[in-house]
């Protein structure tokens, strides 16, 4: 089976501090996403990385950064966290282009920036 | 980018068949179907994807319009375990690998 694992299931940071959340596949993919999920809102893609050192902004990618060092890590970094990056965040990796492959996602991490 | 309408909560009985719909009235000719849930407390997980034609897995059948204007998820009996978020999503054709999130719809399963 395939496993996607985010290094915590919650978090609590105070504002202004740097945070970094850690997601670990281990099924040789490519593609590696980091989305935030918020009621009312859905899913939202902030990076996304189809390589080792290649990165790509998603839709909301200010106030946050990622890095993709080796195949299976992608780290996404919250600079100076502040209290509207409280949310769900989730990670996700995948093979391919996604036209006619399936997603897998990791249990998501819920951070609480005080 | 392609969008889709579904209907915010459904409401089905455990053991009887649940139909959820998904409008998507602007998707193109290359744009994948995808079907994704999301259980409590979990990050989404797949369910089903297709083109043109239906398709069955062990988790779901996926009905296409002939206009492909429209689809259904079909769970044929449904269980306790099948109350979820349902997430109608169109995958762009050509190299973007993104998907398109919306709200879904929230399934409830009554005993």
């Known amino acids: 089976d395939v496993k996607v694992t985010q290094s915590s299931r919650y978090l609590v940071k105070r504002t202004g501090e740097k945070v970094f959340l850690e997601c670990v596949q281990d099924?040789?993919?490519?593609?590696m996403f980091w989305y935030r999920q918020d009621p009312g809102l859905g899913l939202r893609l902030i990076y996304f990385?189809?390589?080792?050192?290649?990165?790509e902004k998603g839709d909301i990618p200010e106030g946050y950064s990622v890095s993709r060092e080796k195949k299976e890590r992608f780290s996404l970094i919250l600079e100076s966290a502040s209290t509207n990056q409280t949310s769900m965040y989730l990670c996700?990796?995948?093979?391919?282009?996604?036209?006619?492959?399936?997603?897998?996602f990791g249990q998501g991490t819920r951070l609480t920036v005080v | 980018d392609a969008k889709t309408t579904q209907p915010n909560s459904m409401e089905s009985n455990e053991e009887e068949p649940v139909h959820l719909p998904c409008n998507h009235s602007?998707?193109?000719?290359?744009?994948?179907i995808h079907w994704y849930r999301q259980l409590p407390s979990q990050g989404p997980e797949y369910v089903i994807h297709g083109l043109t034609s239906n398709v069955n897995n062990r988790m779901a059948s996926l009905a296409i319009a002939e206009d492909r204007k429209s689809s259904t998820l079909i769970l044929h009996r449904a269980t306790l375990r099948d109350a979820a978020v349902y997430y109608c999503i169109l995958r762009e054709g050509g190299n973007n690998r993104k998907l398109i999130w919306g709200l879904g719809t929230s399934l409830a399963v009554n005993p």
């Open positions: 996700a990796s995948s093979t391919g282009t996604l036209l006619n492959t399936e997603a897998f």
């Open positions: 990385s189809y390589d080792v050192k290649m990165k």
């Open positions: 602007t998707i193109s000719g290359t744009d994948y």
């Open positions: 099924m040789d993919h490519e593609n």
